[in-house]
């Protein structure tokens, strides 16, 4: 018997030693520690052949030594195995070299387990290498711990990966030594070599910050430290929520501090969003409040000055002055009247209607009024869709956005983009974080390149009687006035805006579903004949009626009209005529009713400033309702419903 | 003459509509809110009420459904400066309950005057 080379040169075994001058003693003692050893060990000849197995091989294997000494390796392993995975290296450690390698192995006992293998060469006296001794341990257990803690260090990886928490590790000094891709993206960096290279001071704007949260690490090891604002990579200060851990070592001193880096923009944009909306509802309960008592006020004032103007007939220059009176209180009518809109203690009549068609009708009428130097684009939407609305008071949202967008950019020019498209309610959930009452929502963009505004004037917009005009221009109720509408619609109104560089206003109307059905109803569709005046508000207005299921009969001249009102099969039920109107004189209406004696009712919709020749047609009796501008389809609709009864 | 009774808690505005309405000779009772509308109620001599709707103590709407009840054939006008309850204006829960017309302050007193002759004419034809 041969030994190995390593164990005749070990200084442990000196070749002096006594028992080593007894072959069988030293056969029998090799035997033993071979069969004793946990390790599977076999001898290995050249030609591939078992030549001596030991005990814990043949447990393995589970089969006597016999059936398995004498045995090629290919015979024993399968030839694929043995031709893929074992051949090279015997060959290997045949050439001389102790070969160590892992491997997977199936074994009848317990299956595929992994083993760790160490081919040894046994050098014969002439220094060829006749044998060589496999020696294979079980370390199946090891790898699987070994995978096992890949496979969880793995996991910890995905979660600093995948979280949206920047993660850190600094010195105490504050040299970064780590950092995952949610610190870079948070702070708008494309550079991990950078970043692991800075110091995380430069990233506080303010000095002494870091050393205050070292501090704060010292006394308490683990700890929240708040809300800072930290400079991104582009110099621009973001909010974030900063959590840390200081290590320390046995003497107590910090060695490295871990921190949690949370951008916390998202999270103080709601916050400030929800102050603004609770802010409005506040002073919306109060400014209603006092336009309620204002409204008693007013009537009293006009009570009495329609009692003097009475008792003044005969005196002009004092009935102008009471007439001067009256002039006021319209003007405070309608400051009260778009307050009440405001703090939505207005009911609005809402019917289906198409956003597009209104908006369409909206930018068809201010680019007949826009200066020059301003453009408006405005592409067709690729999807209609219908919102509950009172057409009139949508109208009215549209127009305001796109004229304070004019204004903006009155004196620089400029372009305003008009977009609509329908969005998911899911997108709109996330956008607005609070319940969606709709499946889809209609989101229309207004956006100028205009002066835009300031942080602090952003948070002020929508308050009743902000504004930023010079004082006596406008009474600042605009915007105020288009939160409540929307707001009564369930909609949702937001903005953004850059100094320089202009605003955007994104309105959020949820899309109605349902269409209003008229077939079932077998009565006859009420017909209005429609006076139309200017051509906009008019349209919207007829819109508004056909919308909510009346026929509207449009004229083309004052012949057209004699013919309709006098043809007695088929009669219209009630006139809509606009004081403005081109086609038909107001002077030609009191004739035509009084001449012919026409009894068809009439509504009468004039400005705010009522005119003496209008006075006189509704003293005569013609007019049996007159409403002023603007009117919603509330209104409208009570006037046509009350004359129709 | 018919006789008009004003319910509203506004002294001033209560007394214009007094004036007004002796000066086209009605005659005139008052009452400052809901709950003395209701008490001192005289239907012998009532025929129309001119209500406020948002009053201290009972409010208008419920002094349209308890006269309504004592005289049904009580003309009821509602007069209101705005105010919402629940998803309706309360002008409209007035004009559901039962009130003939209704007036959003502040509104023209000739208006309100042409109204309540037109009521009040509508009684004697029927």
Same mark, same amino acid.
């Given at each position: ?298 009537? *009293?004032? =006009?009570?009495?000055? /329609?009692?003097? %103007? ?7 220059? $004092?009935? @102008?002055? #009471? ?17 009440? *809109?405001? =703090?939505?203690?207005? /009911?609005?009549? %809402? ?7 209104? $908006?369409? @009708?909206? #930018? ?282 | ?126």
């Amino acid at each position: 018997m041969i030994f190995p080379k390593q164990l005749k040169t070990n200084p442990d075994m000196n070749e002096n030693d006594d028992f080593m001058r007894f072959p069988e003693v030293e056969k029998e003692i090799s035997d033993h520690i071979i069969n004793s050893s946990r390790s599977m060990i076999s001898i290995i000849s050249r030609n591939y052949i078992y030549q001596k197995v030991n005990s814990a091989f043949c447990n393995a294997h589970g089969v006597r030594p016999d059936s398995i000494v004498g045995k090629s390796l290919s015979d024993v392993w399968g030839n694929n195995t043995f031709e893929s995975a074992i051949k090279s290296k015997i060959d290997l450690c045949f050439s001389g070299k102790t070969v160590q390698y892992e491997a997977p192995f199936s074994t009848p006992q317990n299956g595929e387990r992994f083993f760790e293998v160490t081919l040894r060469p046994i050098l014969s006296k002439t220094d060829s290498i006749p044998y060589i001794v496999a020696e294979t341990l079980d370390i199946n257990e090891q790898v699987q711990l070994k995978q096992q803690a890949i496979a969880k260090e793995e996991e910890f990886r995905k979660l600093e990966t995948n979280l949206p928490v920047g993660f850190l590790r600094c010195d105490p000094e504050g040299k970064i030594l780590h950092a995952n891709k949610a610190f870079l993206r948070i702070m708008d960096c494309n550079d991990e070599f950078s970043i692991t290279n800075s110091n995380l001071k430069s990233f506080y704007p303010e000095e002494g910050l870091f050393e205050m949260h070292l501090q704060q690490l010292i006394d308490c090891n683990t700890k929240a430290l708040g809300r800072v604002n930290l400079k991104n990579c582009k110099g621009k200060e973001i909010p974030c929520r900063l959590s840390g851990y200081l290590a320390v070592n046995e003497l107590e001193q910090p060695v490295f501090i871990d921190l949690a880096v949370e951008d916390s923009s998202r999270e103080l944009m709601l916050e400030d969003r929800l102050l603004q909306a609770q802010k409005l509802e506040t002073i919306g309960s109060l400014a209603g409040g006092i336009a309620h008592d204002f409204n008693n006020i007013l009537a *009293t004032i =006009s009570g009495y000055a /329609e009692m003097l %103007k009475e008792d003044l007939q005969h005196d002009p220059e $004092l009935s @102008e002055r #009471v007439s001067k009176i009256e002039g006021a209180v319209s003007k405070a009518r309608s400051i009260t009247s778009q307050i009440l *809109t405001f =703090s939505r203690q207005v /009911e609005q009549e %809402k019917v289906q209607v198409s956003v597009s068609e209104v $908006l369409a @009708e909206t #930018v068809g009428f201010v680019k007949s009024s826009v200066p020059p130097n301003i453009s408006i684009k405005y592409d067709l939407p690729l999807k209609e869709a219908y919102v509950l609305a009172d057409p009139t008071q949508l109208f009215r949202v549209f127009l305001n956005l796109m004229t304070n967008a004019i204004q903006a950019m009155e004196e620089t020019g400029g372009t305003l983009s008009v977009n609509m498209e329908v969005v998911r309610g899911k997108f709109v959930r996330h956008e607005l974080n609070k319940d969606i009452v709709a499946d889809e929502y209609v989101l229309l963009t207004f956006k100028d390149t205009g002066l835009g505004m300031e942080p602090s004037l952003i948070s002020r917009i929508f308050e009743p009687f902000f504004t930023t005009r010079e004082v006596g221009k406008g009474t600042g109720l605009g915007l105020s006035v288009i939160h409540g509408i929307i707001k009564e619609m369930e909609g949702e109104i937001l903005v953004s805006s850059k100094k320089e560089q202009g605003s955007v206003f994104y309105v959020y109307l949820p899309v109605s579903k349902k269409y209003p059905d008229y077939s079932g109803k077998s009565y006859r569709k009420k017909r209005i004949l429609f006076i139309a005046g200017n051509q906009y508000e008019s349209r919207i207005l007829s819109l508004a009626l056909e919308n909510k299921g009346y026929e509207l009969i449009y004229i083309s001249d004052q012949n057209h009209l004699i013919r309709i009102l006098t043809n007695e099969n088929d009669p219209p039920d009630l006139v809509v005529y606009m004081s403005d109107s081109k086609q038909i004189q107001q002077g030609d209406i009191v004739l035509i009713y009084s001449r012919l004696k026409i009894i068809t009712p009439l509504i009468l919709i004039t400005d705010s400033n009522r005119e003496l020749l209008e006075e006189k047609l509704v003293n005569s009796g013609i007019i049996k309702q007159q409403l002023i501008k603007p009117v919603s389809l509330k209104e409208i609709g009570n006037a046509i419903q009350a004359l129709l009864k | 003459m018919p006789g008009i009774l004003i319910v509203e808690d506004d002294k001033e505005l209560r007394e214009m509509l007094k004036i007004s309405l002796i000066r086209h000779k009605y005659t005139v009772l008052e009452a400052a809110d809901g709950k003395e509308a209701i008490t001192h109620f005289k239907p012998s001599i009532t025929d129309l009420v001119i209500t406020d709707l948002i009053m201290p103590d009972e409010d208008g709407l419920k002094v349209i459904m308890r006269l309504r009840e004592i005289k049904p054939s009580l003309k009821i006008i509602a007069i209101s400066g705005g105010g919402k309850a629940g998803p309706g204006s309360y002008l409209n829960l007035a004009k559901a309950l039962g009130a003939n017309v209704i007036f959003p302050k502040p509104f023209s007193i000739n208006d309100l005057l042409a109204k309540i002759e037109q009521l009040l004419t509508d009684e004697q034809h029927l």
